[in-house]
């Protein structure tokens, strides 16, 4: 059992926690968990059979008797007044699950990844704290450290739902066999909750519900729900229609659409209510997503000893947690000494165990990390890990954390050394060096290129686009927004990539102009192009690869050296930066006293262009690469005088004048190894909310055209649109990947370049990502609408119109929260936050508004507005 001895300390006064928020700590105490002595012994002897040198997947059930071995077929299943242990070994970049392939294990090259789940529910009861014992047990049985994972009912991890490919199914213990069962199927890793008891009050309008009464099945589909979810309903549906349980028939399904139950026939209107009383009707609304918060780090400090007196013989000492920062968290934070507790929020709460932490310590680290989620109310999942076993979703916390991957690594040296053979074609049939570059071609396609003018220039008038005439040039000014359209050709055919680049000092009018403008663009153009945001200083490698590493950024405006805007030319008298080794590395960005740019922390650089008229000098300090010193030399793309610290002569120096102080030579940093890439799926909620469910396995079997997918690549950000998914998602695109950047508790760069691409267009960029990438892959996919129809002769289809039966409904109607009667009849300060008082007809069901109004929405908002009044005021909603 947890202990919980002191909460975080609470500051009565807000001025002063103001004042003193970085020098005190928060501090928690918190007991560990109790040894579970009794079944040790029996424990040892089951886990005896694990094997210890080979992958495997495993399941048993926890009694209080002992650990029994799940068999095969029932992977997946959990009853929820049991407690159950997985365990599950793979090597890296290997599927994990019950179909892993047996392979021998090799601890002294590539490490094995070793997770044991502990799962219960709110049922389990002692059975929870016996599971945990046990899995502590499984883990001293093994010959590496393994991650320990404690699973909650209906908010298992990512990785515990991943090795189930057909979703888990969570049923109720002791439920009667006769009488009508309720189930919810939720996650984009379908999981099957049954609920009781069957009742109104169970549904949401976000859900998709399985109501089985027996001789029928009622698939309910929420207002909100989340088109996957359907289409899983929809299946899980059919598949209980023909179960095994009810003999070799073939029951029937009833479809009812979340608000239009009545309009369904007769005979299943008559069966539903028997079932759900309509009198009763309230469906839950959706819940609001989290707020984002920062991840927090804590240490946990040596325990105090207790009074002799007061302390039992099973119990050892309570953990000090003391807060040490908040996100952005770096690896150097944890010591190897010390063990940490990561507050990550809707990501988990982890513990760190340090290679030189004591023993004892570090069996309380996992009870320390629960302590903490229950002092925050936090009812996810709790993991614990040791020092060189992390996994994917603990490192991704952390920026710059070095992941260990030698085959990776390999690949990401070949793909950064690389100088020929990434032309199109041939990255084509390499995508993962593509993916690795970051480039889907050699840059040598065709490039045009407009500057976003500002409203009081003196431009062309209703122009906001001014062309750029020479745009292999490669001149950027900071003050100004620039639209660039590269065209190449590819063995798919033609492909394009519009990229839309904002200065570091471009004001947010200006920005946002350009982005209206580079969406209008994008459309005219039939949205075909990939659409990708980028910002000075990080900017991808494939923008820089169009430049031929030319790329320079000036300080100011174009139009202060050309009022038209049109002609972007260079400064005449100019100090450049050179950073980069290779031209899909090197940028340029000019240097001037009292000038912004770069922040000091980041600006990295051992060679310096100073142009001086006619004149250009290349200067490089005693530390810089030969590699940079041949980036810089490319970059004065002029006849020019190469000068090396030590050597300058006094022509330099004049040249220089008053900026010798801004010559300072930064070796550059180590190549950074980034984080294999993470996938997301897209949940929409409300407008302009969003949230989104990781799904660890990054397979191309994952994706579904009626999605909306974030793939994570740590360096940039992309967002996959399904051919099906709903028309929000493709006017929003940038946004969904702005909220999932906001939300992610490491506290990433709100300028990470966003890419967007379609179903159908994706470059290798992209599909390198994902192993066997097939351009076939859905061709003979099923939509939901086609999914529907499959179910007639079978099914009864009715309510609703064509969109909300399509799963994608854009009506204005459908798209409102709905309310009881009563309740928008009330007075107005009773009225929930988001109805609009001169609307409330919108807030109604469908069934609600027939049988207030005698018509469909349909029919009443062709009415005359002085007509839709008087009909409001007639039935008290105005």
């Known amino acids: 059992m947890v202990r919980l001895n002191a909460v975080v300390t609470a500051r009565a006064d807000p001025s002063t926690s103001l004042q003193t928020n970085e020098s005190k700590m928060h501090i928690l105490e918190i007991g560990a968990d109790q040894d579970d002595e009794g079944t040790a012994r029996a424990a040892d002897a089951v886990f005896r059979t694990v094997p210890r040198d080979h992958t495997t997947f495993l399941v048993w059930k926890i009694t209080e008797k002992g650990t029994e071995l799940v068999p095969r077929s029932q992977y997946g299943t959990f009853y929820d007044a049991e407690a159950y242990l997985v365990y599950s070994c793979s090597l890296p970049g290997h599927p994990a699950g019950p179909d892993v392939i047996r392979r021998e294990i090799k601890e002294n090259g590539e490490c094995s990844e070793r997770h044991i789940h502990a799962w219960c529910s709110e049922r389990s009861g002692q059975l929870g704290s016996a599971a945990l014992a046990r899995a502590a047990r499984l883990a001293a049985h093994l010959p590496a450290p393994a991650v320990l994972h404690r699973e909650p009912a209906t908010r298992e991890s990512p990785r515990l739902l991943s090795y189930f490919k057909d979703g888990i199914r969570i049923f109720r213990s002791g439920a009667t066999t006769g009488g009508a069962r309720l189930y919810r199927v939720r996650g984009a890793r379908p999981l099957l909750l049954q609920l009781e008891p069957v009742c109104w009050a169970q549904l949401a309008s976000d859900g998709v519900f399985v109501l089985d009464s027996g001789a029928l099945l009622v698939l309910w589909l929420g207002r909100t729900a989340n088109l996957i979810e359907k289409i899983f309903g929809a299946k899980i549906a059919y598949r209980m229609s023909r179960g095994i349980e009810k003999g070799s028939t073939t029951r029937r399904i009833v479809i009812a659409h979340d608000g239009y139950e009545q309009t369904l026939p007769v005979t299943e209107r008559t069966l539903l209510a028997g079932l759900l009383e ?38 050892r000492p309570a953990a000090r947690l003391e807060e040490v920062k908040r996100a952005p968290l770096y690896r150097e934070d944890l010591t190897d000494d010390g063990i940490y507790v990561v507050d990550a929020g809707n ?28 002092a925050r109310r936090y009812c996810g999942p709790v993991s614990c890990c040791a020092a060189g076993r992390e996994p994917l979703e603990f490192a991704a916390l952390f920026h710059r954390w070095r992941w260990c991957d030698a085959r990776r690594d390999v690949r990401l040296r070949a793909a950064r050394s690389a100088t020929t053979k990434l032309d199109a074609v041939s990255l084509a049939t390499n995508a993962w ?53 590269y065209t190449y050709h590819a063995p798919t055919g033609e492909q394009s990539v519009l990229y839309y680049w904002m200065g570091g000092s471009s004001p947010n009018e200006l920005r946002d102009l350009g982005a209206k403008e580079a969406k209008d663009l994008y459309v005219k153009l039939g949205r075909l192009p990939v659409q990708a945001w980028v910002y000075q200083g990080k900017e991808p490698a494939h923008f820089l690869q169009i430049f031929k590493g030319r790329m320079t950024t000036y300080v100011g405006s174009a139009t202060d050296y050309d009022p038209s805007g049109r002609r972007v030319v260079a400064p005449v008298r100019a100090m450049i930066r050179v950073s980069g080794q290779y031209a899909r590395e090197a940028r340029g960005e000019e240097v001037r006293c009292g000038a912004g740019g770069t922040s000091a922390g980041e600006a990295r650089g051992a060679c ?26 490319n970059m004065a793309a002029a006849e020019h005088t190469l000068v090396m610290q030590g050597k300058e002569k006094s022509d330099f120096w004049t040249a220089l004048g ?55 690549a740590h360096t940039s950000v992309f967002v996959w ?67 529907m129809s499959a179910l007639e002769g079978k099914a009864i289809v009715q309510g609703g119109n064509s969109a909300v039966r399509s799963g994608n409904s854009a009506n204005q109607f459908d798209l409102h929260e709905k309310y009881p009667p009563a309740l928008l009849r009330g007075p107005k300060e009773h009225l929930p936050p988001d109805v609009n008082p001169l609307t409330k007809e919108l807030y109604l ?25 008087e009909m409001k005021k007639a039935v008290g909603l105005f």
């Open 278 to 315: 309509p009198r009763t009707r309230v469906v839950r609304t959706a819940p609001a997503p989290e707020p984002p918060r920062p991840a927090r780090l804590y240490r946990a400090a040596q325990p105090r000893m207790p009074h002799a007196a007061l302390t039992l013989p099973s119990q």
């Open 347 to 374: 990501r988990g709460v982890w513990a760190w165990v340090g290679s030189g932490a004591g023993g004892a310590a570090a069996r309380g680290a996992l009870a320390a990390a629960r302590g903490l989620a229950r």
């Open 433 to 485: 060096l593509a993916a690795e570059a970051q480039v889907p071609d050699d840059g040598s396609g065709s490039l045009r290129m407009w500057r976003v003018q500002r409203a009081d220039e003196p431009a062309v008038p209703a122009a906001a686009l001014a062309e750029v005439e020479r745009p292999q040039h490669a001149v950027f000014y900071d003050q100004d927004c620039y639209i660039a359209l």
């Open 608 to 633: 310096y262009v100073v142009r001086e008229g006619a004149r250009v000098w290349v200067w490089c300090a005693a530390c810089a690469t030969g590699d940079e010193r041949e980036v810089a030399k």
């Open 658 to 712: 008053d900026r010798r102080h801004l010559l300072v030579a930064t070796p550059l940093k180590e190549v950074e190894r980034p984080l294999p890439p993470r996938l997301f799926y897209v949940s929409f909620g409300p407008p302009g909310q969003y949230s989104f469910e990781e799904i660890i396995s990054v397979n191309q079997y994952e994706l579904a055209p009626e999605i909306a997918a974030v793939l994570d």
């Open 721 to 787: 649109l399904g051919a099906l998914c709903c028309p929000r998602a493709k006017d929003d695109a940038r946004n969904i990947a702005a909220t999932y950047l906001a939300h992610d508790p490491a506290a990433r760069d709100p300028e990470t370049p966003i890419i967007v691409l379609s179903q159908g267009r994706e470059p290798p960029n992209f599909t390198g990502f994902f192993p066997h990438w097939k351009h076939t892959m859905w061709k003979s996919h099923k939509s939901f609408g086609a999914i």
């Open 845 to 869: 069901t469908h069934d609600d508004f027939v049988s207030t109004f005698n018509m469909a929405y349909s029919d009443f908002r062709v009415l005359p507005s002085w007509k839709q009044r």
